[in-house]
């Protein structure tokens, strides 16, 4: 667990964006281009995650609390309408893609601008 949890913090550092996103579509890219680093680039650490999350959620349930949170405050901070149910939604849409594009869609080669659009969706007006 606390392997995963500093090869996490590291990769945030490295991969993450270099600053606050200026709109809502900036972050949906920002968050469709994490998501496929992490299916990607970064598969073992995410399936090693998802395992972890599986047979000790307790284990993850501090770290998916800063995610939303930290979504949240992104969202409040560009005036998104509801942000609070809204990280929650996109926290929950990353978690999924990020399991199929593991499993069931592994040999698809994910559209990026597909992704980011679905956020955005999931962004409101």
């Known amino acids: 667990l606390d392997r995963v949890l500093q090869l996490d913090a590291e990769l945030l550092q490295h991969v993450g964006p270099a600053g606050p996103p200026q709109d809502a579509d900036q ?3 920002q968050l469709a281009a994490m998501v496929l680093a992490l299916a990607r ?4 650490l995410t399936r090693a995650r998802l395992a972890l999350s599986l047979d000790h959620p307790e284990a993850v ?3 998916h609390h800063l ?3 930290g979504l949240e405050q992104a969202l409040a901070g560009l005036g998104v309408a509801d942000a609070a149910a809204r990280a929650r939604d996109v926290a929950d849409y990353g978690d999924g ?4 594009l593991l499993t069931v869609r ?3 080669d994910p559209d990026p601008a597909a992704i980011a659009a679905a956020i955005r969706r999931l962004l409101g007006p």
């Open 106 to 108: 592994r040999d698809e």
């Open 97 to 100: 893609i990020l399991l199929h």
């Open 41 to 44: 680039q970064h598969s073992g």
């Open 27 to 29: 972050l949906a890219g």
């Open 61 to 63: 349930t501090a770290g």
């Open 67 to 69: 995610l939303v949170g």
